[in-house]
């Protein structure tokens, strides 16, 4: 069984700060990460992907990797009321996406 | 870029009936595609693998039979839900592999289907 595990959340914010998400992973040869993210009622929406250790930034985004500890995050900087939404780690294996069960983001105004 | 449709978005029909579900890829290629199938306030489950040309590989616990997939170009992949009940109301999510890279995948806007 190939396990992705996020904090369940929910995670309240205030307007302007930084959100941290959590995901860890049970398969060792995963070599690509993405955060995707959900709105209620919609398909999720990828923001971004790494690969490689370390952090990727992207805008108000950085997803950091850590293979050895099996551990991805995603910051998201200066919080805005349209960062409220569900978001989906997934790890891919065999060509296919595993993903955790979602992080639900609030981010009070 | 990488933009994937599915039609139609919203689907109501009566038990025993069949739906059809259609997936495309508008900008890319796509050798596989995925249909994903999410409950209320579940993460998204993966049902099958469809790849252009060959059968579809069904994830464990899905009836191949009541779940008929078809990938019949690079940019089209079906699903049909046959005989549908209650129970398979959902929201079914397609989404399109870009070759080479890491395997991004980009999803559909989704189909909500209510079977009545």
């Known amino acids: 069984q190939k396990e992705v595990e996020q904090n369940s959340g929910p995670l309240s914010v205030p307007e302007g700060a930084i959100a941290s998400l959590n995901c860890t992973y049970s398969?060792?040869?995963?070599?690509?990460f993405f955060w995707y993210r959900q709105y209620s009622g919609k398909s999720p929406e990828l923001i971004m992907f790494?690969?490689?250790?370390g952090d990727k930034e992207d805008g108000r985004f950085t997803a950091q990797l850590n293979k050895a500890s099996q551990y991805v995050s995603l910051l998201i900087r200066d919080s805005q009321p349209s960062d409220s939404a569900t978001y989906l780690c997934?790890?891919?294996?065999?060509?296919?996406?595993?993903f955790g069960a979602g992080t639900t983001v609030t981010v009070r105004a | 870029g990488a933009v994937v449709s599915q039609h139609p978005s919203r689907v109501i029909c009566k038990s025993g009936t069949s739906v059809k579900i259609e997936c495309r890829s508008l900008?890319?290629?796509?050798?596989?595609m995925f249909w994903y199938r999410q409950f209320p306030k579940q993460s998204l489950m993966l049902m099958a693998t469809s790849n252009e040309g060959s059968k579809a590989t069904y994830e464990q616990g899905v009836e191949k039979d009541k779940f008929l997939i078809n990938h019949a170009s690079l940019t089209l992949s079906t699903l049909t839900v046959t005989s549908a009940h209650p129970e398979d109301s959902s929201f079914y999510i397609c989404?399109?592999?870009?070759?080479?890279?890491?395997?991004?995948?980009?999803f559909g806007p989704g189909t909500r289907l209510t079977v009545l």
């Open positions: 900008d890319f290629q796509a050798t596989t």
């Open positions: 398969d060792r040869g995963s070599q690509s």
């Open positions: 989404s399109a592999r870009t070759s080479g890279g890491w395997d991004t995948q980009y």
């Open positions: 790494i690969y490689s250790n």
């Open positions: 997934a790890v891919n294996n065999d060509y296919k996406l595993s």
